[in-house]
């Protein structure tokens, strides 16, 4: 289950093999503030797209919901269901009793901190899928799959209740999500989409009554490291979860792309019996590669305590330069055409073409042509064209891929 927060991290997904996303509309997600989000205008599309590759589409709408939200919900979830999108992701019970009178399928979002099987009995009434608590270990997610098998607990669509739980991405400092903390210092609730990220911040503990102050060295004491399951995937599938989620809603085309990949060939290595070390030692490279705060395993093996991550932004081995611009394709000979806006590009190079139908598709540049002319490189104010595999668009862009500091 991969994230969308534009249509080019739509793409993204639908080409590397997700077998479902999730995304938010406008407000009213918690992604609100810090992805773009999709209008209600954008709903028929994002079916339309996705149920030509068979891939089931959630509307996130997890946010607590006020009295004057309740008109809004009722708009959302009635276009939602007039578009076919596959179900909602909800927590607020006004959300999910009008999606059941609708008839509209509910998952449950992690922000209900489902940690037992009773639980899961009460809300069965409700929804077919749950997400659980992300702080349980795979001994106690086995523990609820296995009493959901042998008492046949089913939802409303008559099936086994399903079992979701996060699989790679950023982490919260707060239980399941649930923090207070950038309500009380700016009165922008996290829960509301609206996360200032305080967390993400260093800061100095002082003693109130010595005066005594302790600067946290080289740890940022509540900001985790990022969840990545890849090391143990087989022990997570073992578990008996149905749908493993990948965070990242806010985060570029290329993360939903390598991210998608990876836990796409991953699975699927599983299924094939050939998952092996080699095999996630080069996936956790690649994972390296785009935005990541470092890695740790959750509370999935057992850890009492969270890793905390050791500087404010990304420890990616990768980044994107913009260079300029799609202008043409040419079919029949697969070349692309761009106009280069900044920087210049060689020969050697990789590349990476994102757009909102193109979605996100790297490549290397192995030959180039500059005004129609054989080249080694292409300069701002250039018109280059070379080999692509792919359609090129005039609304595609063209960056460069750099290692950074992170990279070895």
Known sequence: MAPAGNFESLQAALDNGADSIYFGVEQLNMRARSSINFTLDDLEEISGRCSKRGVRTYLTLNTIIYDHDLSIIKTVLDRAKAANITAVIAMDQAVIAYARQIGMEVHISTQINITNIETVKFYALFADTMVLSRELSLNQIKKITSQIEREEIKGPNGNLIEIEIFGHGALCMAVSGKCYLSLHSHNSSANRGACKQNCRK????????????????????????????????????????????????????????????????????????????????AWRKKLETVYNRGFWSGYYLGQKLGEWSDNPGSNATQKKVYIGKGRHYYPKTQIGEFEIEAYSLNVGDKILIQGPTTGSQEAEVVSMMVDDVPAQEAKKGDILTLPVEFKVRPSDKLYKIVKTEFAN
């Open 202 to 281: 260093k800061y100095t503990v002082i003693d109130q009554e010595s005066g005594f102050e302790i600067e946290i060295d080289d740890e940022y004491m509540m900001s985790p490291k990022d969840l990545c399951t890849i090391d143990f995937l087989d022990q997570v599938i073992d578990s008996g979860i149905k749908v493993l989620k990948i965070e990242g809603r806010g985060r570029a085309p290329e993360y939903v792309a390598t991210v998608t990949q990876c836990y796409r060939e991953a699975i699927d290595s599983i299924a094939g019996g050939n998952f092996s070390k080699e095999k996630v030692s």
